[in-house]
Each structure stands twice: as C-alpha cells, then as structure tokens.
Nanobody, 124 residues
C-alpha cells in the first residue's frame, strides 16, 4: 500500500506558474501509473494529467494541454505537476492518485490510492 501526500498549492495570480508535488511512501511510485485530478467548488472530480509507470507516456485533459506538465522522479519517489499560464478556472483542490491496473485515465474509480488534496487558487 502506498501513501500519497501533495504539496505546493497556494494562491497565485492568473498567468503565473506553480509546481505541485506528490510524495509517496510505503511503496515505490514506479509500481503504479499515476495521475492528477482536480475538483472545483461544486464540480465533479476531473482528470488533469496521467503518466505511465515508466514515465514514457503522458496524457492530458484538453483544458490543460500545452500548459501543464506531469512528470515523475523515481529516485525521489515523487510525482510532479508543473502548471503554467494559470487561469482562474484552474482553481480547485488537486489530488494525486495511483493505480495498479491500466484503464481509462479519466475514470477516477479506477485509481486505488489517493492523496488528501491540496488547494490551488488562481486570482484574476
């Protein structure tokens, strides 16, 4: 079983950048495909970005494509989400998630482990 803890969330102005981290303990992150999800106030949790076990392939929601970059550092056992050109609509609680069985990236039900979430607020 893996434990996930997000960090790096804060208030940032529109157009700014931010990097979220998700530190894993208990198991190595390379055992899992990983993803970031987010949930805004009054909205459903939505897929943001995903990365395969090897890190060789990445996947993004259309709303963040070309602005966000997901990556993983196996040596540090950390997952990252680099967010550029932030918009007020990116305001949400961001969660990292791990899955052992491959499936549709955007289906949150397919993920086995979740972090507690971290707030990102983008002001206009």
């Amino acid at each position: 079983q893996v434990q996930l803890v997000e960090s790096g969330g804060r208030l940032v102005q529109a157009g700014g950048s931010l990097r979220l981290s998700c530190a894993a303990s208990g198991r190595t992150l390379s055992d899992y495909a990983m993803a970031w999800f987010r949930q805004g106030l009054g909205t459903e949790r939505e897929f943001v970005a995903g990365i395969t076990r090897s890190g060789g392939s990445t996947f993004y929601a259309n709303s963040v494509n070309d602005r966000f970059i997901i990556s993983r550092d196996s040596a540090k056992n950390v997952l990252y989400l680099r967010m550029n050109s932030l918009k007020p609509e990116d305001t949400a609680v961001y969660y990292c998630a791990a899955r052992t069985i491959l499936g549709d990236w955007w289906q949150s039900a397919g993920y086995d482990y979740w972090g507690q979430g971290i707030q990102v607020t983008v002001s206009s």
